[in-house]
Structure formats: structure tokens, C-alpha cells
């Protein structure tokens, strides 16, 4: 089954690059995606907006709801929603009018940062040397440990995109600041 987390039609925002779908379920899954999202944001919202104090249930119940529609799997969602403090702290940065409010707009900038935060946890367990690189050996050695987990799929899938297309110098390995820029800077 296709999920989000094989979805590749992303523009890095650093490095300028589109990552074009090439197949056309996983073009039709990520669109799927996008008018789910505007259509469950604009269900919840009042006057196009949802209060600051609200969006966190509606991100929530927005990653939940995802499931029932089969666009992400259930270990998707509960990876994403083990780490409320930083969903919190995301909350809190991307209130980017400050009006208390977060429009369509905010809420996907949202999405992608917490994303990215969600990403940068995650690719700090693959650092295994802990000298801010990962290199494909070290993914190798953290994927393998992950034989039979339900995600081990989605993860190599990852890693696979991210080493073909976020090295941005060429070194063969990714920095930390390489994979969290590319997450933090994909638009939707």
C-alpha cells in the first residue's frame, strides 16, 4: 500500500530542486493527501481559521482521520504523535500573522516544520559515530536493527530519496543541517 511517506513530489528549499512523482499512484496519492488536508482544516475551521488553542486537536485528529482514509498507517500516526512537546513548541512558532489563529496556510507550514523537527529527531538515532554526519553505513546499521518494525519499509524508502537527492555537497554523507534544511524547507 502507498502511503504519504512514499510520496517524492517535494521542492527542497534549499537546494531549489523538484522531486517529481513518476508514478501516478503515488501522484495520485499525494494529491489525495493535499485536498483531504484543505477539506478537513476548512470542516473544523470557523471563518477559515482555527484558534491556536484548538489546532493541535485538529493536526491530531487530522493524522487520525488519515488512517481511516488510508492515506498513512496507523505506525505513522503514532510515531508522529508520541512527541507533543515539540508539536507544542511548533504551535507556538508558526502563529506567523500572531493573531491567535491559524489560517491554511499556517496550519501546512505548520505540518511541514513539525515535520522537519520529526525528521531531525529521527535522523539524529542514525548519527551512530555522533559526529553530525550520517553516512549510508550507518543507515544500513540502523535500518537493519529495525528488521520486522513496522515502518522498516518507509524508512529505507526514505533514506534512499535522501541520500539520492539532499547531499547538496556531494560528500557522501549528510549533515544534520542537509536533511533538516531539506524537511523544514519542502512546500506542499
Given at each position: 500500500?502507498?502511503?504519504?511517506?512514499?510520496?517524492?513530489?517535494?521542492?527542497?528549499?534549499?537546494?531549489?530542486?523538484?522531486?517529481?512523482?513518476?508514478?501516478?499512484?503515488?501522484?495520485?496519492?499525494?494529491?489525495?493527501?493535499?485536498?483531504?488536508?484543505?477539506?478537513?482544516?476548512?470542516?473544523?475551521?470557523?471563518?477559515?481559521?482555527?484558534?491556536?488553542?484548538?489546532?493541535?486537536?485538529?493536526y491530531e485528529?487530522?493524522?487520525?482521520?488519515?488512517?481511516?482514509?488510508?492515506?498513512?498507517?496507523?505506525?505513522?500516526?503514532?510515531?508522529?504523535?508520541?512527541?507533543?512537546?515539540?508539536?507544542?513548541?511548533?504551535?507556538?512558532?508558526?502563529?506567523?500573522?500572531?493573531?491567535?489563529?491559524?489560517?491554511?496556510?499556517?496550519?501546512?507550514?505548520?505540518?511541514?516544520?513539525?515535520?522537519?523537527?520529526?525528521?531531525?529527531?529521527?535522523?539524529?538515532?542514525?548519527?551512530?559515530?555522533?559526529?553530525?554526519?550520517?553516512?549510508?553505513?550507518?543507515?544500513d546499521t540502523?535500518?537493519?536493527?529495525?528488521?520486522?518494525?513496522?515502518?522498516?519499509?518507509?524508512?529505507?524508502?526514505?533514506?534512499?530519496?535522501?541520500?539520492?537527492?539532499?547531499?547538496?555537497?556531494?560528500?557522501?554523507?549528510?549533515?544534520?543541517?542537509?536533511?533538516?534544511?531539506?524537511?523544514?524547507?519542502?512546500?506542499?
Amino acid at each position: 500500500m502507498k502511503t504519504l511517506s512514499n510520496m517524492t513530489d517535494i521542492k527542497c528549499g534549499v537546494t531549489g530542486k523538484q522531486y517529481v512523482v513518476n508514478d501516478s499512484e503515488t501522484k495520485d496519492l499525494l494529491d489525495q493527501w493535499q485536498t483531504f488536508t484543505a477539506e478537513y482544516f476548512n470542516s473544523r475551521a470557523t471563518d477559515g481559521k482555527v484558534a491556536k488553542a484548538d489546532v493541535i486537536e485538529v493536526y491530531e485528529s487530522l493524522l487520525k482521520a488519515s488512517v481511516e482514509k488510508g492515506l498513512m498507517k496507523q505506525e505513522e500516526v503514532d510515531d508522529f504523535l508520541k512527541n507533543e512537546s515539540v508539536l507544542a513548541e511548533t504551535v507556538d512558532e508558526y502563529d506567523l500573522n500572531s493573531d491567535g489563529f491559524f489560517d491554511l496556510e499556517e496550519f501546512k507550514s505548520l505540518s511541514v516544520k513539525y515535520e522537519s523537527k520529526f525528521a531531525e529527531s529521527t535522523i539524529k538515532e542514525f548519527d551512530l559515530d555522533g559526529d553530525g554526519f550520517i553516512t549510508r553505513e550507518e543507515a544500513d546499521t540502523v535500518l537493519g536493527r529495525m528488521a520486522g518494525h513496522p515502518n522498516e519499509a518507509n524508512m529505507t524508502v526514505m533514506f534512499k530519496f535522501i541520500f539520492d537527492n539532499f547531499d547538496t555537497d556531494g560528500d557522501g554523507k549528510l549533515s544534520l543541517p542537509e536533511v533538516y534544511n531539506a524537511y523544514k524547507n519542502m512546500k506542499w
